[in-house]
């Protein structure tokens, strides 16, 4: 999924995964399953929207390598 299209509070998530908040402070959300409603933000974030967030991607990906 690329980190950029993001979404609003309320929507649907597309998929699992962590998603990151645009404002300075980067607050986190993650979640296990796909089709739950993105939250509203954390008090006093100045945020208008969710992405995916890149370095879960890339933790996603380098658990899925077999140990060398």
Do not use: K, N
Request: overall charge negative; hydrophobic content about 35%; aromatic content about 10%.
């Amino acid at each position: 999924m690329s980190s950029l299209i993001v979404f609003r509070p309320g929507e649907y998530t597309p998929a699992a995964g962590a998603y990151v908040c645009d404002c300075a402070d980067g607050h986190l959300w993650r979640i296990d399953v796909a089709g739950h409603i993105f939250p509203t933000f954390p008090p006093r974030c100045s945020a208008t929207t969710w992405r995916a967030s890149q370095s879960a991607v890339d933790e996603d990906r380098s658990e899925a390598r077999p140990p060398a």
